[in-house]
């Protein structure tokens, strides 16, 4: 089972903090002030402690599932498996951590063939992640299958300036709501089974006007491309929710018609 985010993050950060409050006791003159949010700066942390801590940002602030798997194919953005192997013959004169750390802060500097693109940069709002996050989540792309050699040093001082001061608490995805609107009821055709707000009235799906309030993005995003998957909500009939939208939409489309839905509550 999955545990909800907030309890990995938090025991995550019980880790970075501890860590840090051993390197600062270690040091009388330093006061022990815990980080708000993620930082290993001046912290002397393990390559697996950095490894695990880039997964949990993968897996959680990041994002990145809203686009990548990790050994599955047939998502909207390249699958990642084995990517801290590849990422060292990609770009001609560029390492490994290099590529990976520009693929992160510059997304549209090399545009991995076949591919849109639409990668958002991670240090930049909304997903706005700090310096730290940054080094420890390009040391876990590097940990599939590749040897883990950044340091800090290796991300640009200006990674995660923007981020300072806080990331938002919600979480907001790329996406323009009034395009994907467009999406629900044209396109997509979602309005034939469903009501969502002002538009659509069918009853054949439940009335996703406060879909957002009760449901994570993790789930919405989930349903539409695997609806059999992501559970049948109870009192409506199984396997009637067509199940190729993943295959029907284009990436922006998806990532419109998600931020639409998330403007339901
Ligand atoms: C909105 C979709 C989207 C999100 C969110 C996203 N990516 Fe991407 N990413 C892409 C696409 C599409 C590509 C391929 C096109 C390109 O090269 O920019 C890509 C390329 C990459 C590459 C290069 C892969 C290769 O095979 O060379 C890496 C590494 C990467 N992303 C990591 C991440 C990480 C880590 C996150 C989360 C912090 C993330 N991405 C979030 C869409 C996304
Ligand atoms: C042919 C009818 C049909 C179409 C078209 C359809 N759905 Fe559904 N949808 C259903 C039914 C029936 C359910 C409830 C059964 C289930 O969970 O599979 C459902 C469930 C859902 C749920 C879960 C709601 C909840 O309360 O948990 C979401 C979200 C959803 N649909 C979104 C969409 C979106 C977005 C589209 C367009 C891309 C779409 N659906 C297209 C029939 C449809």
């Given amino acids: 089972m999955r545990l909800p985010v907030a309890v990995k993050v938090g025991a995550f950060s019980l ?36 490894v695990k801590a880039g997964e949990e940002i993968f897996h959680t602030k990041g994002t990145c599932e809203i686009c990548h798997r990790i050994g599955q194919k047939g998502t909207r953005a390249p699958d990642l498996s084995g990517v801290g192997a590849r990422a060292a013959k ?6 490994a951590k ?37 080094w420890a989540l390009a040391a876990f792309l590097e940990s599939l299958g590749g040897n883990v050699d950044v340091t800090l040093d290796d991300i640009p001082k200006t990674a995660g300036a923007a981020a300072a001061g806080g990331a938002p608490a919600e979480i907001k995805l790329p996406g323009d709501p009034k395009a994907g609107e467009v999406i629900f009821s044209t396109k997509a055709g979602c309005i034939a089974c469903h009501k969502a707000g002002k538009i659509g009235a069918s ?10 309030k009760i449901q994570t993005p993790d789930y919405i995003m989930k349903k539409i491309l695997d609806p059999a998957g992501a559970g049948t909500v109870a009192g409506f009939p199984k396997g009637v929710m067509p199940p ?4 029907s939409l284009t990436a922006k489309e998806y990532m419109d018609l998600v931020a639409f839905l998330l403007t339901l509550k």
């Fill in 244 to 247: 190729m939208f993943g295959q």
């Fill in 203 to 212: 009853p054949v799906g439940p009335d996703l006007s406060q879909i957002a």
């Fill in 15 to 50: 880790v970075v903090m501890g860590t840090y409050t051993y390197y600062a006791n270690s040091i009388p003159q330093i006061q022990s002030k815990p980080p708000a949010e993620l930082s290993l700066e001046g912290g002397n942390v393990t390559t697996a402690q950095l």
């Fill in 98 to 134: 290099q590529y990976i750390i520009e693929s992160l802060l510059q997304p549209g500097a090399y545009i991995v063939e076949g591919y849109p693109n639409i990668m958002p940069q991670v240090d930049k709002p909304p997903i706005a992640l700090n310096r730290s996050e940054v």
């Fill in 90 to 95: 990609t770009k001609p004169g560029m390492s």
